[in-house]
């Protein structure tokens, strides 16, 4: 075997593995550009050519970071991969707003927004989908990072000129203003965009979300993260919502809860089927999911919460489980343990009763440290493990 069939072999196996252990998806990249970005992170290691690259990476994972931001060329930008947009503004937001009543609230989660281009950019395409009068009565649009410092810039919403480059003339007269130096996105868009530190790994979902856009984010994390964070994905999402994935990323998560949308743009459906159980509570009844503070109080809930558990919208925050009509001294006390680290077991799953008496179940997944915070996904007795 010659040195170019080897090389070419070991790149392969480079690819292979890049997939396996985090999912990349390497169709969007043209083999030449692929193979530059990763020549300049093989030679910063020291690294002896492919395979020994692949050693590397196994025994210093944090060699992913440079690697993709190297690959993606980590810089985020309004309407970045066009195509994606296109998918957004023409069947996207179309089915999205098909599925809605009329006034019915719009929520979007951007996560990973870094310093604000995909929020604002989503935000452009609604508001100019709905008018700014609907947009600014009914749309919700939750940006999150971990970095401080990218926040500050995304709320600030000032861009120079470069920046502003891929933004069409007529959007950018319809939605910034100028100033010295740059474009300030105006109020009328800004106010609808609300910013908070989130780390995907550890915090709870935002919950009863249409669209959740997260690009180019979950190849920073091993396969295990990826499957924790897809299925609280799946949780934050309603029956029918849009999740857009970055064209780098492939899904994992377990069971079939999310259909293709569109493979080239690799945005995906919640399936509405997936959620949903049989029992005393009803017939179709959805899974409720709730949050607990590591005090043990509720901090959010889905819709189906108000359902299943009697938790009233206008006085749930801040109530103990009990207060909320769920009086199990096993359950409490399971909940205490997990919470504080104290039991051994990563999740829990106990049988109680709801408030109308109906048996339930309740699967409670620990994020975060210790003390924890805690995830709950209820749903009837006897209906599919979440």
Known sequence: MNVDSTRADEFAHLIAYLRDARGFDAAPFTPGVLAARIDARVAATGADGYADYVDYLEVHPDEFRPLFDAILLNVTAFFRDPETFACLREVVLPGLLAGQRSGEPIRVWSAGCASGEECYSVAMLLADAIGLDDYGARVKIYATDVDEGQLAIARAATYPDERMADVPDALRARYFDREPGGWRAKNTLRRRVFFGRHDLRDDAPISRVDLLVCRNTLLYFNLDAQRRIAGRFRFALRDGGYLVLGRAETLRVGGHAFSTQDPASHVFVKDAGRDTATGPVGDRTRLAVVTLSEALRIETWSTGAARMLGIATDRALGRTLAEAGIDSEELGAA????????????????????????????????????????????????????
Do not use: M, Y
């Open 335 to 386: 909940l205490t343990r997990l919470v504080t680290g104290a039991a051994s077991e990563a999740d829990l799953d106990l049988d109680v009763q709801s408030p109308n008496g109906a048996p339930i179940r309740i699967h409670a997944v620990p994020i975060g440290g210790t003390p924890r915070r805690l995830v709950l996904v209820v749903q009837a007795a006897g209906g599919p493990t979440p």
